[in-house]
């Protein structure tokens, strides 16, 4: 599959530079209908100084005027349209890397008079939805009414694209591409879903068939990602490395709501590439409600493994075939997808902490461990878990906004905190607030591993249920000894700022890259 670049900017010159500083990709699409306000014979003359410069390069280029109905800007009439393109072919008739794209509702024969005009030159007919993902029956009946067949097929490309209303159309369109090179291998087509939940859909779509994948050059150009799911070139080449996917390629992906933020992609993919492995690693949108179709369609795909993250950890958990091997806790961050379909869990956020807390400090070497716990979410149950059953006697306290969820997971691991001589109590932010007794007793002066479960997203709306997230943060930090350490389980840092510069801290990063470290070696044995 090849990388197209969309050129958009109204500036000629911004333009020009560039696809002077652009190394990524193997051709550009001119969108004339962004690129120019008003449409002129002095628009062909000042695109043709774009196009001698791709010429140079021996890249390909796809000349589009896209109706505005269609989602361009472009309100002129087709006779227009069709002038200014015959104009450009006329113009570059030497070059057969040129090609032009057309709306699905050109009639046919006007496509065959292109074609019969300007032979080196390619079509490509497009069909976009811009509310939906039909369903694979209907998008087989779009192909079949647009196959033009008094055109060479390999003069023709058909591109179907569609809305992604959700991760689920992206599987629904990949699952079409891959059925309709299946029935015809000559096929020549692009598809992708648009959106937020369209994203993944542009990097394995060549798995299964696609000619070309579309990006952005530079930050300029990032109402394309906002507006419609679109991927920096850079980012396609350099971290998903798109040109080496193939059909033989295994998928692996996180899922989870929202997942922007990962950083998963960058260190997954990159270890694959280290390694030299024929992988590829997604980020999917994913709600507890899609999970069921979710993993009937994966079915026909390559998914070999899968990292969970919020909120589906403990709604994943009924999929796996290994839940005996859970005796305490129910939540998932890894799953391997073994022959004929079989799900494995398993859960290495406990152990990541773990590991990660050893870069400071060697957990075997005392005993009688202190843990503050800020926050009961995502991984804490895991943390736990792993820290009671590999220390000799845990001390555990939980703070937490409401007692509801800390006390859930003190009762959960009442019998193995007996069997391992340890304890776990709660407080609730207001409590630890107004009991100064306690706060003495338990906080102030104590070495303590501070642990950080608390979103960023909470800390950065700080004030919940009258209580002032980061106020509590600095009377903890600026109370416990200097022999303490905290570790904050999130790799984008809020808190880091509030301690001490006597406190050792330690980033969500190096947690994320043990967990992630341990996933490698689960999903490869």
Same mark, same amino acid.
């Given at each position: ?93 030497? @070059? ?5 794209? +057309?709306? @699905? ?10 074609? &019969? ?9 497009? @069909?976009?939805? +811009?509310?939906?993902?039909? /369903? ?12 033009? *067949? ?8 058909? *591109? ?21 090179? #299946?029935?015809?291998?000559? !096929? ?35 109402? !394309? ?112 997808? /073994? ?47 792993? !820290?009671?059953?590999?220390?000799? /006697? ?16 003190? %009762? ?8 391992? &001589? %340890? ?8 409590? !630890? #607030? ?10 102030? =002066? ?13 800390? *950065?709306?700080?004030?919940?249920? =009258? ?22 389980? &999130? ?17 969500? =990063? ?14 490869? &044995?």
């Amino acid at each position: 599959m090849q990388i197209i670049s969309i050129i958009s900017q109204e500036n000629i010159s911004k333009n020009l530079e560039l696809i002077r500083n652009d190394f990524y990709s193997e051709g550009y699409e001119l969108r004339l209908d962004l690129i120019f306000k008003i449409i002129s014979n002095k628009s062909v003359i000042k695109i043709q100084e774009i196009l001698n410069k791709i010429k140079i390069k021996n890249k390909i280029v796809i000349i589009t005027l896209r109706d505005k109905n269609q989602g361009g800007e472009y309100l002129g009439s087709f006779e227009e349209k069709l002038e200014i393109y015959n104009q450009i072919a006329k113009d570059n008739e030497d @070059y057969n890397n040129l090609y032009f794209d +057309f709306e @699905y509702y050109i009639n046919k024969e006007i496509l065959e008079q292109f074609i &019969n005009k300007n032979p080196e030159n390619k079509i490509i007919y497009s @069909y976009h939805n +811009f509310t939906l993902t039909p /369903k694979s029956s209907d998008l087989h009946g779009i192909l079949k009414a647009i196959i033009c *067949k008094n055109i060479n097929k390999k003069k023709i490309i058909y *591109k179907i694209v569609s809305k992604a209303r959700n991760s689920l159309d992206s599987l629904e369109l990949i699952a079409f591409l891959q059925n309709a090179k #299946s029935k015809d291998s000559e !096929l020549n087509i692009i598809t992708h879903c648009m959106g937020r939940d369209g994203e993944f859909s542009r990097i394995i779509n060549g798995i299964y068939g696609s000619e070309f994948t579309y990006g952005f050059l530079n930050q300029e150009q990032e109402f !394309l990602n906002k507006n419609i799911g679109c991927i920096s070139t850079e980012d396609l080449n350099n971290i998903y490395q798109i040109n080496k996917l193939n059909k033989s390629t295994k998928i692996y992906a996180l899922l989870g709501d929202p997942v922007s933020h990962s950083i998963g992609h960058i260190f997954h993919n990159k270890y694959f590439s280290n390694l030299n492995l024929n992988s590829i690693y997604l980020k999917i949108n994913l709600l507890e409600n899609e999970l069921d179709e979710f993993f009937k369609k994966i079915k026909a795909f390559n998914f070999y493994g899968l990292s969970i993250t919020m909120p589906l950890k403990e709604s994943v958990f009924k999929y796996i075939s290994n839940k005996e091997d859970f005796k305490l806790i129910n939540a998932i961050n890894t799953i391997k997808i /073994k022959n004929n379909n079989v799900l494995v869990g398993r859960n290495t956020d406990g152990l990541g902490a773990y590991l990660a807390l050893n870069h400071l400090k060697n957990l075997c070497e005392n005993n009688n461990f202190k843990f503050l716990f800020i926050g009961s979410g995502g991984a804490v149950e895991g943390i736990i878990n792993e !820290l009671i059953s590999k220390l000799i /006697k845990c001390n555990i306290l939980i703070l937490n906004r409401t007692l509801k969820n800390a006390e859930k997971i003190k %009762s959960k691991f009442k019998q193995i905190c007996l069997n391992y &001589n %340890s304890t776990i109590s709660v407080i609730s932010f207001e409590e !630890l #607030s107004n009991n100064n007794n306690f706060f003495e007793k338990n906080i102030k =002066n104590q070495d303590l591993f501070v642990i950080n479960a608390i979103s960023n997203s909470n800390i *950065k709306d700080n004030i919940k249920d =009258n209580i002032n997230i980061k106020s509590l943060f600095n009377k903890i930090f600026n109370a416990i000894s200097n022999k303490s350490i905290v570790m904050d389980i &999130n790799y984008y840092n809020d808190i880091l700022d509030l301690i001490p510069n006597n406190i050792k801290a330690i980033n969500g =990063n190096i947690m994320f890259h043990e967990q992630a470290r341990l996933q490698q070696e689960f999903w490869s &044995n």
